[in-house]
C-alpha cells in the first residue's frame, strides 16, 4: 500500500472508530445512570477493588508480548503468534489461581465481606479472556482495522451493560458489575475471532519467546506504572477507607473522565500512526498537532460545562447519594484537561521508539501522585482529586516542551488558544456565584460562551480552520 492509500485508509478508519468510540462511550454512560441508580457506592467499590486485582494481574502477565508483536515491523509468523498466545494462556492459569485462592487475604485487607469475596473468586476466570484474545486482536490493529475494532469493543459494552442492569435489578451488589463484566468479555473474544480467525495452536519456541519478552518488557512496564496512577483509589483509599470511599471517588472520576477515556481509546489508532513516521517527517508533526489540538477543542468545553452543571446533573441524572462525589469532581478536572493531551504525548514517544523515557517520567508521575495522595488523604477525597491535578498538570507541561523539541515544532503556539479559552471558562464559571447567582447550569453557559469569547479573541482563524479539517474528515470517511 502507498503512502496516500495508507493516509487515506489511516483517515477513514480513525473518523469511523472515533464515531463509534463516542457512541460506546454514550452506550456506557446512558447505562451507568440506572447502574448508580440501582447500586450503592460500595458495590462500584467493591467491583474497582476487583478489577484493580484482575488489570494488575494482566499487565504482569502480559510481558508487553502483545506490544512488542503490534510494533514490530515485519510481518509476523504463526510461530510468533503460537508463542505468544501460549505464554499468557499459562500466566494468565497462574494468575487465576492465584487470585482464586488468596480472595480471602484480599479481601481482609482492602474490607470485602462474604458475596464480595465470592464475587471476586468468580471473576479470576476472566485472567484467561485476555490472552485468548490477544491473537485476533494484534491482528486487526497490525490491519489498521480500527473500525472493526470499535464496531466489536461497541458491541460489546452493550452486552455487558445490559447484562448489568439486569443483574442489578434483580440481584444487586457487586455480582451485577462481575456478572456484566464476564458477558461482555465474553463477546468481545467471540467477535474477535470471527473478525480474525485463524487458531495458531499451542506450543512454545524458546528463541520467540526470549525476543518477544525482550521486546515488549520495557513497553510494558510503562503500562504497570501507568495503572498504578489511574487505580490509586481501590489501590491505596481501598486499604486505608474501604470500598464505599473507592465507590464515591471513582464515580467522581468516571462523571469527569467522558472526554479523556474518548481521547485514550484513540490511542489504539495513534501507535501504529505514530511509528510510520522519522521525528522530521512534515506529516507527523500536522498529525501530531492535529490530534491533539483537535482533543482540547473538543474536551476542555466539555469538562467544563460537566464540572459547572455537576451540583445540578449530579443528583438529578443519578441520584442524590452521589452528590458526595462532587467535590472530588471540582478537584480532578484540573488533571482532566491536561489528560486531554497526556495520552498523544506518551503513544508519541513509545510511536517515536522512545519508550524508555516514557517509562522513566510515568514512574516518577506515579511516584509523585501516589506520595502526595498518601500525604492529604485524611482530609477528604476533594484534596486526593486536587493531588492528582497537581501532579499531572506540571508532568504535562514537562512533557511538552519535550514533544516540541523532539518534533522540531513548539507545541505552544498550537495549544495556547484552547488552554487560554479553557482558563477563561474556568475563571468566569467561578466568579458567577459572586453575581447572585449559584445555579449550575448557569455557571455551566457562563463558562461555556467565555471559552467561545476568549477562543475566538485568540485563535479564531484557526480554530475556523479546524472545524474545516473536521468536516473534511467526516466527508473523507464515508468514501
Excluded: C
Excluded at 502507498?2 to 454512560?29: C, F, M, N, S
Excluded at 478537584?331 to 522513566?360: C, D, E, H, S, Y
Excluded at 488558544?417 to 449550575?440: C, E, Q, R, S, W
Amino acid at each position: 500500500m502507498d503512502g496516500p492509500a495508507v493516509h487515506r485508509r489511516i483517515v477513514k478508519e480513525t473518523t469511523i472508530y472515533a464515531a463509534l468510540q463516542v457512541l460506546a462511550a454514550l452506550t456506557l454512560w446512558a447505562s451507568n445512570l440506572g447502574l448508580a441508580r440501582l447500586l450503592d457506592a460500595r458495590a462500584f467499590g467493591s467491583f474497582a477493588i476487583g478489577t484493580f486485582f484482575l488489570g494488575l494481574g494482566g499487565l504482569l502477565g502480559d510481558g508487553g508480548m502483545g506490544a512488542a508483536l503490534l510494533r514490530s515491523k515485519t510481518e509476523i509468523s504463526d510461530e510468533a503468534y503460537r508463542t505468544t498466545l501460549t505464554a499468557l494462556l499459562a500466566l494468565g492459569t497462574v494468575l487465576a489461581l492465584a487470585l482464586f485462592v488468596g480472595a480471602d487475604t484480599v479481601g481482609a485487607q482492602w474490607g470485602l465481606h462474604g458475596a464480595e469475596r465470592h464475587a471476586l473468586r468468580a471473576m479470576a476466570v476472566l485472567f484467561l479472556v485476555g490472552p485468548l484474545r490477544a491473537v485476533p486482536y494484534i491482528r486487526l490493529e497490525r490491519g489498521l482495522q480500527f473500525a472493526t475494532i470499535a464496531g466489536i469493543e461497541l458491541r460489546a459494552t452493550a452486552v455487558r451493560q445490559a447484562m448489568s442492569l439486569l443483574l442489578a435489578w434483580r440481584l444487586g451488589g457487586v455480582w451485577a458489575l462481575a456478572g456484566g463484566q464476564a458477558a461482555g468479555a465474553l463477546t468481545q473474544l467471540v467477535l474477535a475471532w470471527r473478525a480474525a480467525p485463524g487458531w495458531p495452536g499451542l506450543g512454545i519456541t524458546r528463541r520467540v519467546l526470549r525476543a518477544t519478552l525482550g521486546e515488549g518488557v520495557p513497553v510494558q512496564a510503562l503500562a504497570v506504572a501507568a495503572f498504578f496512577k489511574d487505580n490509586l483509589s481501590a489501590a491505596l483509599l481501598g486499604s486505608l477507607l474501604g470500598p464505599s470511599a473507592v465507590g464515591r471517588f471513582d464515580f467522581g472520576v468516571r462523571y469527569a473522565q467522558l472526554p479523556v477515556s474518548a481521547v485514550n481509546a484513540l490511542s489504539r489508532v495513534q501507535l501504529p500512526v505514530y511509528a510510520r513516521f522519522e521525528r522530521h517527517d512534515p506529516a507527523l508533526h500536522k498529525t501530531f498537532i492535529g490530534a491533539t489540538r483537535t482533543s482540547l477543542l473538543l474536551g476542555i468545553p466539555l469538562i467544563l460545562a460537566m464540572t459547572f452543571a455537576a451540583p445540578e446533573l449530579v443528583p438529578w441524572m443519578f441520584a442524590r447519594r452521589w452528590v458526595a462525589s462532587i467535590p472530588v469532581i471540582d478537584g480532578i478536572a484540573v488533571n482532566m484537561a491536561f489528560g486531554l493531551v497526556a495520552g498523544p504525548l506518551f503513544t508519541l514517544m513509545q510511536g517515536q521508539g522512545r519508550a524508555g523515557l516514557a517509562l522513566k517520567v510515568f514512574v516518577g508521575w506515579t511516584a509523585a501522585t501516589w506520595l502526595l495522595v498518601f500525604a492529604v488523604w485524611s482530609r477528604g477525597l476533594g484534596a486526593v482529586a486536587w493531588a492528582y491535578s497537581a501532579v499531572t498538570a506540571p508532568v504535562v507541561l514537562g512533557l511538552a516542551v519535550w514533544a516540541s523539541r523532539h518534533l522540531g515544532t513548539p507545541l505552544h503556539r498550537a495549544w495556547t488558544g484552547p488552554f487560554a479559552a479553557g482558563l477563561a471558562g474556568a475563571m468566569a464559571g467561578a466568579l458567577v456565584p459572586y453575581l447572585g447567582v449559584h445555579a449550575g447550569w448557569a455557571r455551566a453557559l457562563v463558562a461555556l460562551a467565555a471559552w467561545a469569547v476568549a477562543l475566538a479573541v485568540v485563535d479564531g482563524a484557526r480554530a475556523a480552520g479546524d472545524l474545516r479539517a473536521w468536516i473534511a474528515a467526516l466527508r473523507a470517511s464515508r468514501t
